[in-house]
């Protein structure tokens, strides 16, 4: 099985662009979930998809949203972007929401804002 | 809320020796416990996951974990490691609220480094 994927792996964008990260989860896996990595803050969940509907959201401004579409590709998008923004943005898909189901995750892809 | 702490930014071990990667937690509820692990440039791969059962739970690549509810501890061990084991190790937890989804809480990380 294809392993899950991230477009495009690295982006440079100015602050106050908007930028737009793919993922493409595992095939037959039906919850996407959206991860950023800074050295400063560590990893932090950023929100969770199933079937199309947002379940979960953690702490982040309203400038971080995402979507998941019929066939469980999700895209996150970040509008106005900040110098802080800049991280690696991880996306993991998993079968399914009970505990017994890990997660996988994808490569990532590298946000710089300059 | 949930938390995660990895007490250790780094350990240092030889090659051959056994290595050790602590992790403790602390949640409300049953703890649903994971490991991964970071090479340079790549995601997070999945080692290890505690659910339910026994306390000693094996994992990928001779990798296994103890976990102890006494001690609200999950650590990674591993008999004889390898060079290619030097990486960014990372313990998470779910929230067992079931409205939480997956969503995981990360520890800082642990980077091991293992000299030959």
């Known amino acids: 099985k294809a392993g899950v994927t991230q477009t495009p792996r690295y982006l440079i964008k100015t602050r106050g662009q908007q930028v737009t990260l793919s993922c493409s989860p595992i095939s037959g896996h039906r919850s996407v979930s959206w991860y950023q990595q800074t050295p400063g803050q560590g990893l932090q969940f950023l929100f969770e998809y199933f079937s199309e509907t947002q379940r979960n959201k953690g702490n982040f401004p309203g400038r971080f949203s995402g979507r998941q579409f019929s066939n469980s590709r999700s895209e996150m998008n970040v509008s106005t972007l900040e110098l802080g923004d800049s991280a690696l943005y991880l996306c993991?898909?998993?079968?399914?929401?009970?505990?017994?189901?890990?997660?996988?995750f994808g490569p990532g892809t590298r946000l710089t804002v300059t | 809320a949930q938390s995660v702490a990895q007490p250790e930014d780094q350990v240092n071990v030889a090659e051959g020796n056994p290595l050790t990667v602590k992790c403790t937690y602390s949640?409300?509820?049953?703890?649903?416990l994971f490991w991964y692990v970071q090479y340079p440039n790549r995601g997070l791969q999945f080692l290890l996951k505690?659910?339910?059962?026994?306390?000693l739970v094996k994992g990928s690549y001779g990798f296994e974990a103890e976990f102890n509810k006494s001690q609200t501890s999950f650590h990674l061990k591993k008999p004889s490691a390898l060079v290619s084991d030097s990486a960014l190790y990372f313990c998470a937890v779910r929230d067992p609220i079931k409205a939480a989804g997956n969503k995981l809480t990360f520890g800082g990380g642990t980077r091991v480094l293992v000299k030959p």
């Open positions: 993991a898909s998993s079968f399914g929401t009970a505990p017994s189901y890990e997660q996988y």
């Open positions: 505690y659910i339910t059962g026994d306390n």
């Open positions: 949640v409300s509820g049953n703890p649903y």
